[in-house]
């Protein structure tokens, strides 16, 4: 393999092993990347790469020193959990991706799983239950819904490969071979006589949501501000097609602190399981958490605008 893809794939392994919580082996990745780096003595951004690793390497030092000493996520009730959707939820999706930004894993799956039956939320809805159960199970159980899904009939073949597609390249990069069952063309006939009907059109120009990559991080650089010129990277909590959600600690409060709603970002690294790129977003809303076990820290909602 080309050292630059490998490094690439080092790189793309190392987030997508961190955003599973997986942090050894996310370390060892960036290890693994920083030494290659090392030794390509032509690399024009080598310095800049080698400080960026080492403060990921850093950052995930400081949360496995927070699992092994920090205190258990606390429970929320019913009432906290209706407070939860009601603050953060527009819709029932919405609603549902709240209580799974804040943890709340069984009651979001049970309300994704009621959102099944709804043709325009169902893609999303299935994708969302492929996290959480990624989040609280094992690898297994999520091939396993996968596998429930494609031996029903509930989803069409073009709604259940959205849902292989995202699940393919996780257990890919996590070195699991187990085969996901591939979804065949509802109209097999069509294709030999007219390539250009509806099963065609509906694989080759999926719903902008099918269309947008799983986003695990983003790195934004402030172009105004206290923290003009700087970098900082965020988790991205949730996301729902081109809208990311991400919780702010309030430790971490001072890097929006010049944010509003409907500024701008010009410059924002992307980061997904498969590939890291540049773009653009808007900051759709910024909410200061006033109840519940984040309170005192922010929901900041993205759209991304451009790649």
């Known amino acids: 393999m080309d050292i630059g893809k490998q490094i690439k794939s080092l790189l793309n392994e190392a987030e997508l092993y961190r955003c599973q919580g997986l942090l050894s082996e996310a370390k060892n990745r960036y290890r693994s990347a920083s030494a ?27 949360k496995s020193e927070k699992f092994q000493t920090g205190p258990a996520s606390p429970e929320i009730t019913e009432k906290g959990q209706d407070l939860i959707k009601n603050l953060f939820g527009k819709n029932d ?11 709340q894993f069984e009651r979001a799956i049970a309300e994704f799983e009621a959102l099944l039956r709804d043709d325009t939320y169902r893609v999303d809805a299935g994708k969302n239950i492929i996290r959480c159960k990624l989040a609280i199970a094992t690898v297994d159980d999520a091939i396993d819904q996968y596998k429930q899904w494609y031996a029903g009939d509930l989803f069409t073949s073009s709604q259940l490969e959205a849902i292989r597609t995202y699940l393919h390249p996780i257990l890919e990069n996590k ?56 970098m900082v990277e965020f988790d991205v909590n949730f996301q729902s097609g081109d809208m990311l959600s991400l919780i702010i600690s309030k430790s971490d409060a001072a890097f929006i602190e010049d944010l509003n709603n409907g500024d701008n970002l010009d410059d924002v690294q992307f980061y997904s399981p498969i590939a890291m ?31």
């Open 93 to 103: 999706l919405q609603k549902a991706v709240a209580l799974a930004k804040f943890g």
């Open 36 to 62: 290659l780096i090392q030794d390509l003595d032509r690399l024009k951004n080598k310095a800049h790469l080698l400080k960026v690793i080492s403060e990921k390497i850093h950052s995930l030092d400081e």
């Open 277 to 307: 790129f540049k773009g653009t977003a808007v900051v759709a809303n910024k909410t200061r958490i006033n109840s519940g076990p984040k309170q005192g820290d922010f929901c900041l909602d993205l759209k991304v605008t451009g790649s």
């Open 175 to 230: 070195g699991i071979s187990t085969p996901l069952p591939a979804p065949v063309n509802e109209n097999p006939d069509d294709d030999s006589e007219n390539k250009t009907d509806t099963g065609g059109i509906e694989f080759s120009m999926p719903e902008p949501e099918e269309d947008m990559l799983d986003i695990t991080s983003i790195g934004i650089t402030f172009t105004s501000g206290a923290n003009q010129g700087k």
